[in-house]
């Protein structure tokens, strides 16, 4: 019966190449959430944040009201501004670093 071990050198690199990639896109992504947030108060806008969480890059906002903001509810309409920052991604990428 044949093994397949991972090689741990390939994990720790690959794992620091994915914190650079990190550490390119969050801010682009808080940046162009930023821009798009409605502005009241502005406490939501200053709530948004990134941070990589079991793996993952995480964006978000910390403001409790913030899903209601984004996705809205059968009396307010939904101001979308993480989604569409996400999207940004497909049409125009950060350059990466490697």
């Given amino acids: 019966m044949s093994q397949i071990t991972q090689d741990p050198s390939f994990s720790d690199s690959a794992g ?4 650079k990639q990190y550490a390119t896109i969050g801010p682009v992504l808080v940046s162009r959430a930023r821009a798009l947030c409605p502005v009241d108060t502005g406490m939501l806008r200053e709530s948004i944040g990134w941070g990589v969480l079991a793996g993952a890059l995480v964006v978000g906002a910390t403001e409790e009201y913030a899903p209601v903001i984004e996705f809205g509810t059968s009396r307010r309409a939904a101001q979308p501004f993480l989604r ?6 497909r049409t125009k990428p950060p350059p990466l670093r490697g």
């Fill in 16 to 19: 620091k190449l994915m914190e």
């Fill in 84 to 89: 569409p920052a996400v999207e940004s991604l």
